[in-house]
């Protein structure tokens, strides 16, 4: 038998390969040289197929999708939220007088206070078709759907999330919807009145009759509302940074000086008069806004670490704050003759 024909398993250099001394050990000779190696050890385990480290945990549930998916998913939320809008736009429209009494109130009150007519002008025929039956009750239903909005912004970044993150569904719309209606709330009540009174104020010395357009009020109403109540997410939106680890609630304690910064900036921008007082207004709670998002990122963190934040000792404060708060008020109206009026300061003789 010629060397070529041996069989491969023997030990004997396979044919083409004597010329680069390689040789083909058998498997018996292989394990042999493993056991010599690594004794009674157990030799080091294969890595994953999937190159990982055994697979996390975390990863359970988390689901797996293609660009085009994600196109389809967020084309299927848009159709959802714009559908919520407009079952809510039906319903706002069977009100729509009396939405706009209650948005014209503020102008009403304004004009008066100055001793003006209370009355708004009409300049082209559609106008008031257009803000009463049309524009109006768009963003009515903007407000009464955002519940619904924001749930259909989380059923779509939800997929991205790990299994326990999911959990924070329903505080996140609860949360979410709440401070932009309380936004409006605190726009309508408080920085929209008395800046459209410092507005139509200016040339009452001056020998100007103020002449407001429903068009022109109505703009400014919808800018300062729907303003104040997105800048009211801003703890909302903290939070959500905390939560993908982009920042941290030390890295926003050491910066606040910036962010105070800025919230003025916005403050000037977004507040429809120039003076201090009503930027103040606007600019302290969005301040307030600013540390309640860096305590819930606090919080975020806390929950991460498996450590508990002291919620009997600071509701106990905090009660006693609101009991003390609360009989000032009592002896403000029983004693003192102040009455409790629904705009700042609230309390007036």
């Not at 505080?171 to 309508?188: E, H, R």
């Not at 009452?204 to 429903?214: A, S």
């Not at 009592?330 to 102040?338: D, K, Q, T």
């Amino acid at each position: 038998m010629n060397p070529t024909d041996e069989p491969l398993g023997s030990g004997a250099p396979a044919a083409g390969s004597a010329s680069r001394g390689l040789t083909i050990p058998s498997p018996s000779a292989a394990i042999e040289a493993t056991r010599r190696r690594f004794g009674n050890r157990k030799p080091p385990p294969s890595p994953p197929p999937n190159g990982g480290d055994g697979g996390d945990e975390d990863d359970e549930g988390m689901l797996r999708m293609s660009f085009l998916q994600h196109l389809e998913e967020l084309r299927s939320r848009i159709i959802k939220a714009v559908i919520g809008v407009g079952v809510a736009f039906a319903g706002s429209l069977l009100f729509s007088e009396q939405l706009w009494h209650f948005v014209v109130q503020p102008a009403r009150e304004a004009l008066t206070t100055l001793g003006y007519k209370d009355q708004l002008t009409q300049i082209e025929p559609m106008e008031v078709f257009n803000i009463i039956w049309f524009k109006l009750p768009v963003v009515c239903a903007i407000f009464l759907s955002c519940p619904w909005i924001l749930y259909q912004v989380w059923a779509f970044i939800s997929p991205g999330l790990y299994k326990k993150e999911r959990r924070w569904a329903v505080p996140f719309i609860l949360t979410s919807a709440g401070l932009f209606i309380l936004g409006g709330v605190f726009a309508y009540f408080v920085v929209f009145r008395y800046g459209l009174t410092f507005l139509l104020g200016i040339g009452r010395g001056n020998y100007v009759v103020p002449m407001v357009t429903i068009t022109e009020y109505f703009d400014l109403f919808v800018n300062v509302v729907l303003g104040v109540g997105l800048v009211f997410e801003m703890p909302v939106l903290i939070f959500f940074l905390a939560l993908l680890r982009i920042v941290t609630p030390s890295f926003l304690l050491n910066h606040s000086r910036y962010a105070i910064l800025i919230i003025f900036i916005i403050a000037a921008v977004v507040t429809p008069t120039p003076d201090v007082f009503n930027l103040m207004l606007f600019a302290l709670p969005m301040c307030l806004l600013f540390y309640i998002g860096i305590f819930a990122s606090y919080l975020l963190v806390l929950h991460r670490e498996n450590r508990k934040f002291p919620w009997r000792t600071t509701m106990t404060i905090v009660l006693g704050v609101l009991v003390l708060l609360g009989g000032i008020v009592y002896m403000a109206v029983m004693r003192y003759g102040f009455k409790i009026v629904p705009h700042w300061p609230f309390l007036t003789r």
